[in-house]
């Protein structure tokens, strides 16, 4: 079921990449998105509007696209209810103390060339791959 | 002002839609790129390739231009030093991410699907975020106490 798609991958790629450099050309901003809510609620004077606004942006995309096609989003989950929890709370936690997630290091960091974006994509990435391993393989 | 946060919702409409084309909303398809020992797909590096494809040269341009076009200055982040804080940090998000196969912005857009699994994540997600911030609050603090729990409240 979950075969290479590589049309599909590029061109929604494409369209994240785009949707970075609209949010830098127009407001200044990276596109990370675990930083973009992280901030929130926000102490400093109008820095909280613009971060929810792109937000809602993420999930409307999301609902238009379901409209459209006429199809539910397919979202598949094979962990338990007490393990996802559990990522959630370690995704949130992690992507702050490391400064960013997939988006703002992994396509924003990388595009600058950020030595240090690079290396946390990489760890990232690599640490993910060992964990599925182990879950998937090792445990069960 | 408008047009500051227009520019945000349209930007954030366009990546939503990007995660959802490219499959990434949907934790098996990311799964089966992290699972280099099962049936692997290769899709996520093209979506990072897509991405970047317009990024690279995005950005560079950008860089020569003094201002955005709605907003004072670039909000670039600043620090380029890497310490075991950050590298801890990557680590820990590489280990909820393999479990799962969620990151925050799939996460995030997949609540379209209106899926209480999904808004557990989400929840779960927020609860960890607000953690860090309770333990070190990178924010301007005007009395630490306080804005800090208030924050955690919410």
Not at chain 1, 95 to 116: I, N
């Amino acid at each position: 079921m979950e075969s290479f798609t590589p049309v599909s991958g590029t061109l929604g790629g494409v369209l994240i990449g785009l949707a970075a450099t609209i949010l830098l050309a127009g407001s200044g901003r990276i596109a990370g998105i675990s930083g973009i809510a992280g901030g929130l609620p926000s102490r400093v004077p109008g820095d909280n509007a613009w971060r929810i606004l792109f937000l809602i942006g993420l999930v409307l995309g999301a609902g238009v696209y379901q409209l459209v096609t006429s199809a539910p989003l397919e979202v598949r989950i094979d962990v338990s209810a007490p393990l996802l929890i559990t990522s959630g709370f370690i995704v949130g936690f992690g992507t702050r103390l490391g400064g960013g997630c997939t988006s703002g290091h992994g396509v924003c960091g990388v595009a600058r060339f950020s030595v240090r974006s690079i290396i946390v994509t990489l760890v990232f990435i690599g640490v993910a791959m060992l964990t599925t391993f182990v879950l998937r393989h090792l445990l069960p | 002002m408008m047009a500051r946060l227009s520019t945000s919702l349209v930007s954030g409409f366009i990546f939503g839609l990007g995660l959802v084309i490219s499959g990434m909303s949907n934790p098996a398809k990311v799964i089966g790129f992290l699972d280099l020992a099962g049936a692997w797909d290769p899709t996520l590096l093209l979506v990072m390739g897509g991405a970047l494809a317009v990024t690279i040269p995005g950005f560079w341009l950008l860089k020569k231009r003094a201002r955005p076009l709605f907003a004072e200055r670039f909000e670039l982040p600043a620090r380029k030093d890497l310490d075991a804080r950050l590298v801890a940090g990557a680590a820990l998000f590489g280990l909820g991410w393999g479990i799962a196969g969620f990151c925050p912005g799939p996460a995030i857009t997949a609540l379209a699907a209106a899926r209480l699994d999904v808004a557990l994540f989400v929840a779960a997600m927020i609860v960890g975020a607000l953690a860090y911030r309770m333990l070190f609050s990178t924010q301007p603090a005007k009395g630490t106490g306080a804005p800090i729990k208030k924050a955690a409240a919410e």
